[in-house]
């Protein structure tokens, strides 16, 4: 049962365009969602995060957005750059979890120069 | 240390062979999480420990694995009789156990089984 999906393996985007990462959720009691960013060989690192009470947050030139009538958020890069190609992982914890964190299956972001 | 320290970086092991894989945790951090990342596959979920309060195993994919964490701050994920489908990439994480916060990665273990 998966309960957090990223539908998408992967997106090509070019460089200085925006890049639009996708996740959907099952579990409408999540009250906490993440974004990491992974190289190969590297750990997963942070990158921006959203409570259950916002429907948006930006840092920089991340954004995201929480939908929770749809059970859905995204994550906006722009501009992309090539230093963005990773993989992305989404996630989502509930405090009665004792947030542990959910996460989807990834997407290859590929940013072309 | 400032990160959390995953060691070995590597391990190569014959089948049925047991491994030990250790996680250093941020220090002060009081929850630690196990994870796994098999080839072209997510994160999933192993373990998980707060505090002193009993651990999350609900991810532990067979009695073959098992964790525990000492002193409340390194923790060694264990896996018997190791067979080829447990080659993956362990990931350890720690975070400070607030309520919404986030969960810091170390390098991770790449665990190959010959």
């Known amino acids: 049962d998966q309960q957090v999906k990223q539908n998408s393996p992967s997106l090509s985007v070019q460089e200085g365009r925006i890049s639009i990462l996708n996740c959907d959720y099952t579990?409408?009691?999540?009250?906490?969602f993440l974004w990491y960013k992974k190289y190969p060989a590297e750990g997963p690192t942070f990158l921006i995060s959203?409570?259950?009470?916002?429907d948006k947050n930006e840092d920089g030139r991340f954004t995201v957005f929480l939908n929770k009538s749809a059970k859905h958020l995204s994550l906006h890069i722009v501009p992309s750059q090539p230093g963005d190609s990773a993989v992305y992982f989404c996630?989502?914890?509930?405090?009665?979890?004792?947030?542990?964190?959910?996460f989807g299956a990834g997407t290859i972001l590929r940013v072309k120069s | 240390g400032a990160g959390v320290s995953q060691s070995p970086s590597n391990k190569v092991t014959e089948k049925g062979k047991d491994v030990e894989l250790r996680c250093d945790p941020i220090?002060?951090?009081?929850?630690l999480y196990w994870y796994r990342q098999s080839l072209g596959q997510g994160l999933e979920f192993l373990i998980y420990?707060?505090?002193?309060?009993?651990?999350?195993k609900s991810g532990l994919p067979s009695d073959r694995f098992s964790a525990e964490r000492t002193g409340g701050s390194v923790s060694t994920l264990t896996i018997q009789r190791t067979q080829q489908e447990d080659s993956a990439v362990y990931l350890c994480?720690?975070?400070?156990?607030?309520?919404?916060?986030?969960?810091?990665f170390g390098q991770g273990t790449r665990l190959t089984v010959v």
């Open positions: 420990f707060q505090g002193n309060s009993a651990p999350d």
């Open positions: 994480a720690s975070s400070s156990g607030l309520i919404n916060t986030e969960a810091f």
């Open positions: 959203i409570s259950s009470i916002k």
């Open positions: 579990n409408s009691m999540f009250d906490y």
């Open positions: 996630a989502a914890s509930r405090v009665e979890y004792g947030n542990k964190l959910v």
């Open positions: 220090s002060g951090h009081t929850a």
